[in-house]
């Protein structure tokens, strides 16, 4: 493992008009030792050579294709397998990063000795255009994250370290919540960085946007991380979804 390499891992499944955007913004990073891994999670293949193309000129690259599809957690959990840093970047095939996000944020992470952080962001719409902002707490407890997951997925960065025992879970949303609620038991506190450094892109047919699939899959997570009876986890489910509601008329009003 290498000292202060940065594995950023990013799953790939028909991205193909916001990807180069993508890249760009890894590209443009003022931090520059860092290898990028990209799963490419589609059977068919058809944007394969495209994701070779945009990628040429990145020298520490590595593109696994999976031999059937796995979905993003999977595909993310097999991209830490393979990588070689002694930390870990998450940036969906759509997100975009502020040129100074990896080094403000190792920065950050080295002067307070962390082992994971996030940050805030910007939601940017499909063409880019900025919609509205979240700003995070400077500190996250189990209890806090339990009633709402306030973690960009494209916004954190953690030690290697902590993912060997800690996965992403096969479930179509929310797998991301799952494994930050496994971290926090174990580190108790998780910090943020209040600056926006990441810009999620929201669109109108993301897995997470349907309120259904979301609703479920939060029960499943549930119930896999809590492994309490029904009434207990019908519970924390109910309460997440008013949780998300309510942040959601905060942020886009």
Known sequence: MKKNLISIIVPYRRKKKFFQQTINSIKNQTY??????IVYDDTKKLELDF????TKNIVKKRIIVNRKNLG???SRNKGIKY???EYICFCDADDLWVPKKIEKQLSFMKKNKLSFSHTSYEIIDKNGIKISSFDISNKIEYKDLLKSCDIGLSTVMCLKEILKKNKFIKIRTKEDYFLWLSIIKKIKVIRGLKSK???WRKLDNSLSSPILRRIIDAYLMYSLHNKNNFIINVFYTLRLTIYALIKKIKIYN
């Open 32 to 37: 520059k030792n860092y290898e990028l891994i």
């Open 51 to 54: 994701v070779k193309e945009v």
């Open 72 to 74: 993003a957690g999977e």
């Open 83 to 85: 990588s070689s840093g």
């Open 197 to 199: 450094l990441t810009l």
